[in-house]
């Protein structure tokens, strides 16, 4: 089982930047693939941006070119950093990781991008 804690969420103003982190413990040496999702209120949850054991990065095309995702091994954390932050990425922020035929999920942090 992994366990996986976000932070970093806040307010920013539009064309700021944030950064989120993801702490995993757990079952980490299991994880083949990580990732950011997010939902707004009133809306289905979708991709932001995963990231493979290998090094192979899925962005949605929303946030290409702004956004990237990264992650130090030697600190069982990945990374999100925001940047040119728009009213629409408003959103609360979710980690995932894949283990196995496992799924697992943080409890999210609240991004408000707003002047």
């Known amino acids: 089982q992994v366990q996986l804690v976000e932070s970093g969420g806040g307010l920013v103003q539009p064309g700021g930047s944030l950064r989120l982190s993801c702490a995993a413990s757990g079952s980490i040496f299991s994880i083949y693939i990580m990732g950011w999702y997010r939902q707004a209120p009133g809306k289905q949850r979708e991709l932001v941006a995963t990231l493979t054991n290998g090094g192979n990065v899925q962005k949605a095309d929303s946030v290409k070119g702004r956004f990237t995702i990264s992650r130090d091994n030697s600190k069982n954390t990945m990374y999100l950093q925001m940047n040119r932050l728009k009213p629409e990425d408003t959103a609360v922020y979710y980690c995932?990781?894949?283990?196995?035929?496992?799924?697992?999920w943080g409890q999210g942090t609240q991004v408000t991008v707003s002047s």
């Open positions: 995932n990781a894949r283990s196995g035929s496992n799924e697992s």
